[in-house]
């Protein structure tokens, strides 16, 4: 397969970018500004994340690059709502998730983001079609919209080549295809962000490729704003902009 | 909970070993309760059968029937207290039975000839003609029938059987029902130390209109205390061994309630960690604790569920494969109702020992950003 970038991305890049043109009053996909990340205290503290400021506008797709342990997966988890920042301010979609309790934290990732994890990780006694219902359930009472969930799923199994498999479990899968569910899932509830943890990861070079081609279609058909932690050079060729760190410092 | 059924559904293989030991525990449940009921039938048939409110011993009797003798005088006093509807007398005396037909039997049958007034449910408001009775239906197995007749005691009193009475068990032997005099004179037979003089009886049963504990107390007090005054309930529970075999049996049943909440606990703590990773993603994913805990919750019932089912046909099958009379076991559907309800309790209660864990499990984790 071949790559299809529309920009050529740039370790020197700022690590702000412009608003969305066509739209230049909606607030961008993901703000972050000044935060940091702690871990422990007094002379165990951790400095994970070191006065990040991140900017992701619509329809960007960001690949934030950088060695194990340089700060990358915790910047992902704040932006996501997985982890409370320990200073800063962090926006998605124009909210401030700073301050947002457990609960909240949790509502906001079943509405607003969406997770594509590094193996994968679909549930494995339910079929393709419902491993993308499982996001609509997890609201339980608060989310009885089953029937438009049903057919989000059936058109996002359509648009992503598995309308053929949506009755298939994981293990009935190739690896392709089921990274291609977990994209799906992760496009449930149309988020503004969604998050890639290492995607190709698990995946041999063709299949790895096929799959972040698969990603930037899927996000540029939508919209979608999308950060891909990586440590493969041939995704940052697919993203807008690459953003590097180390050391929980984005490298202007 | 749609989740957590679904695997339930799809992977019945993962919760079979917890699902058949369950099972196991809930057939000893529902084997103990339908013991327990069957003994507490056997011995509490009689009084359970009495309409009436109060039994009246006398006060030196320590509430039992055997001990208890009331005369005229006694029962005078009684029926003047305000509030006393009705009263009739009652006697018991227990005895070996041999058939008529097989006299040189050494198989005796457990009987108890008991004598009434005022009658119990199922019998004749006019007691059968003297030197008849109404056995109960146990009886039956034992090949009695209508029309024969039974030799009670070492004097070999005859009575002749006219019909049958079910329930009416009492202290675990079959009743046989029959006028006061039929009692007074087997009685003066086989237990010359015990008789009766015709004015007296072994207790007496009072209907009463109105708050039946304060006409009990009532009634102590125009006896001078020569009475103690029991309700049917009271004097159900100070039957000989019927408080203890409960305690008893209540203790065994506790026992394998906890065993069950314990297999239950062990069962969906090993699941829970074997699902942390899962569980990860589902809360990244926007799936709350009280989510994944419901669904933890959910699976324990499902099976609770099952098990209790399982153990209800395995006794309902036991209790029709058991000739009458041979073993005191009873099917009640209350009895069910509570076994169920103590195995879904227990189930609820093990799957505490998984809350912690849920509780913990950090989202983050799912993509390796846990602290």
């Not at chain 2, 009072?206 to 304060?214: L, M």
């Not at chain 2, 799957?351 to 993509?367: E, N, Q, Y």
């Amino acid at each position: 397969m071949t790559a299809t970038p529309t920009s050529t991305s740039t370790s020197t890049e700022p690590a702000v970018n412009q608003p969305d043109p066509a739209n230049p009053s909606a607030p961008p996909a993901l703000r972050m500004v000044d935060v940091r990340k702690v871990y422990g205290s007094g002379d165990g503290e951790v400095v994970a994340l070191d006065h990040a400021e991140l900017e992701v506008a619509r329809d960007e797709i960001v690949a934030l690059v950088g060695p194990s342990g340089s700060g990358k997966t915790t910047l992902c988890s704040i932006a996501g709502g997985l982890l409370h920042a320990t200073d800063g301010a962090v926006e998605v979609d124009g909210r401030d998730i700073t301050h947002l309790s457990p609960s909240e934290l949790t509502d906001f990732r079943r509405s607003s983001v969406g997770f594509v994890f590094q193996t994968v990780n679909l549930v494995p006694f339910l079929t393709a079609r419902e491993n993308l219902l499982v996001v609509n359930e997890l609201g339980g009472r608060r989310n009885r919209n089953g029937s438009r969930a049903r057919a989000r799923a059936d058109q996002l199994l359509e648009e992503l080549g598995l309308a053929d498999r949506a009755g298939n479990l994981p293990s009935q899968l190739s690896g392709g295809q089921r990274q291609r569910v977990a994209i799906g899932r992760a496009l449930m509830n149309d988020p503004a962000l969604v998050l890639f943890d290492e995607p190709t990861s698990a995946l041999d070079s063709k299949l790895g490729d096929q799959v972040v081609h698969l990603i930037r279609e899927e996000m540029k058909a939508r919209g979608t704003s999308a950060i891909i932690v990586t440590h493969d050079d041939r995704i940052t060729h697919y993203a807008d902009r690459t953003v590097h760190i180390e050391d929980g410092r984005i490298q202007a | 909970m749609k989740l957590a059924l679904r695997e339930l559904r799809r992977r019945p293989g993962r919760f079979v070993t917890a699902t058949a030991v369950l099972t196991v525990l809930a057939i000893l449940l529902m084997f103990l309760g339908g013991l327990l009921d069957g003994l507490l039938a056997g011995s509490t048939g009689a009084y359970r059968a009495q309409r009436a409110d109060l039994i009246v011993y006398s006060s030196t009797a320590r509430e039992s029937l055997v001990r208890s003798r009331i005369d005229s005088t006694v029962r005078a006093a009684v029926e003047a207290v305000p509030g006393v509807e009705a009263v009739g007398g009652l006697g018991s005396v227990q005895l070996g039975a041999r058939q008529a037909d097989d006299p040189t039997s050494r198989d005796l049958l457990s009987t108890a000839l008991l004598g009434y007034e005022l009658a119990p449910r199922g019998l004749p408001a006019t007691p059968p003609a003297a030197g008849t009775v109404i056995a109960d239906s146990t009886l039956k197995a034992d090949g009695v029938a209508v029309g024969d007749t039974l030799l009670l005691g070492p004097v070999r009193t005859p009575v002749e059987v006219v019909g049958f009475v079910d329930d009416t068990g009492y202290s675990g032997q079959a009743s046989l029902w029959g006028s006061l005099e039929t009692w007074r004179s087997v009685t003066a037979a086989n237990r010359p130390d015990r008789t009766f003089a015709d004015d007296s009886v072994a207790a007496l049963v009072v209907q009463v209109d109105g708050d039946a504990a304060a006409v009990a107390d009532a009634v102590d007090r125009a006896t001078d205390g020569a009475t103690a005054t029991l309700t049917i309930d009271e004097a159900i529970e100070a039957l000989p061994g019927v408080a203890q075999q409960r305690s008893t049996f209540n203790q065994i049943i506790g026992v394998t309630a906890v065993i069950a909440l314990v297999v239950v606990g062990l069962f969906f703590a090993l699941i829970t960690v074997e699902r942390t990773p899962l569980y990860g993603i589902l809360k990244a994913i926007g799936g709350s604790s009280a989510t994944l805990f419901g669904g933890v919750v959910a699976q324990a019932v499902a099976i609770a569920l099952v098990a209790s089912f399982l153990g209800a046909g395995a006794s309902l099958a036991l209790d029709a494969a058991i000739p009458p009379g041979t073993l005191p076991f009873q099917v009640t559907p209350s009895r069910l109702v509570t076994n169920v309800a103590l195995l879904v309790l227990a189930a609820v209660a093990g799957c505490a020992f998984s809350l912690r864990r849920v509780l913990r499990i950090d989202p983050a984790a799912a993509i390796g950003a846990a602290s």
